[in-house]
Nanobody
Framework: VQLVESGGGLVQAGGSLSLSCAASGSTFNINAMGWYRQAPGKQRELVANITSGGGTTNYADSVKGRFTISRDNAKNTMYLQMNSLKPEDTAVYYC???????????????????WGQGTLVTVSS
């Protein structure tokens, strides 16, 4: 199972960007998903997460009211709409998913934590 992010780029402060994270691979079920970010010289931090059905979301205090996380389970895709961007939002953004799948040769399903490769968001002042 792979997660592929897209939508990063360069934007001026106050602008907007939308990120996508698409899951692909063999048979799997996606449970909770989330967006994380890592700025230069800083630890990776949670930006937002969303439950399997999309009914519950959580946000870091720093992005509340500006970012919106959502998902389309029919497309196995998660989104992050980022508005009113600030220079301090500059980071590599990673998507994360808890996935249930049956590994090759296995009989029973297992849970895996999968990460995307990251997409760079740069906000200029």
């Amino acid at each position: 199972v792979q997660l592929v992010e897209s939508g990063g780029g360069l934007v001026q402060a106050g602008g907007s960007l939308s990120l996508s994270c698409a899951a692909s691979g063999s048979t799997f079920n996606i449970n909770a998903m989330g967006w994380y970010r890592q700025a230069p010289g800083k630890q990776r931090e949670l930006v937002a997460n969303i439950t399997s059905g999309g009914g519950t979301t959580n946000y870091a205090d720093s992005v509340k009211g500006r970012f919106t996380i959502s998902r389309d389970n029919a497309k196995n895709t998660m989104y992050l709409q980022m508005n009113s961007l600030k220079p301090e939002d500059t980071a590599v953004y990673y998507c994360n998913a808890d996935i249930t799948t049956v590994l090759p040769g296995a009989i029973y399903p297992t849970n895996l934590e999968v990460w995307g490769q990251g997409t760079l968001v740069t906000v200029s002042s």
